[in-house]
């Protein structure tokens, strides 16, 4: 798209990061967990660290290890070697063994959307929801009970992460963030269909090349009016300011 080449830069890594994370190891995340946990997972099959206290545990994965890497494990159907990889990781991986069976099992199948054709579908919008929710429940923050509440909190953290959301402010950061996903998701569409696009119209000339003309002063006006629209500075008394 070519909103991904604004100034901000934050639609396109939010678009590599999906990309990486739909196409490639789950090591190229920015963060390194993953990837150390992948290493560590490596070692313990390929170093005498296998031989941990847990004798058991280490000999389970000893199993698994076997099922995958035998002849059994190279099937005609790759597929199904493939997906008991990914149960592997979600049993081996620290934060699979909670007390909730459920919410492991859940995050699986979170996972698989992801990483399965199925999540490639014609609707990119649900591949980026999916990714979020992946993120919710994969993130150190997302383990409370309530997974209403992990992907409320998906979505204040995606509002002070953003390159301009770090204010002091939280309703201000809050705001912001509730203008992003009016301009981004299909709840853009609402009832008021032109106020919708007006935004969608203002916030287009703002982030894409046009809006970095030589003529700043127009760019400058026009950066008004989206914060006139989009900040709380919209709600004063005086409406004259929100129109210009």
Known sequence: MQRANSSSGFYARQRLKTYDALTTS???????FYARQRQKTYDAFTTPRANSSSGFYARQRQKTY????TSRANSSSGFYARQRQKTYDALTTPKANSSSGFYARQRLKTYDALTTPRAKSSSGFYARQRQKTYDALTTPRANSSSGVYARQRLKTYDAFTTPRANFSSGLYARQRQKTYEALTTPRANSSSGFYARQRQKTYDALTTPRANSSFGFYASQRQKTYDALTTPRANFSSDFYARQ
């Open 26 to 32: 789950r090591a190229n995340f920015s963060s390194n």
């Open 66 to 69: 076997d099922a995958l890497t």
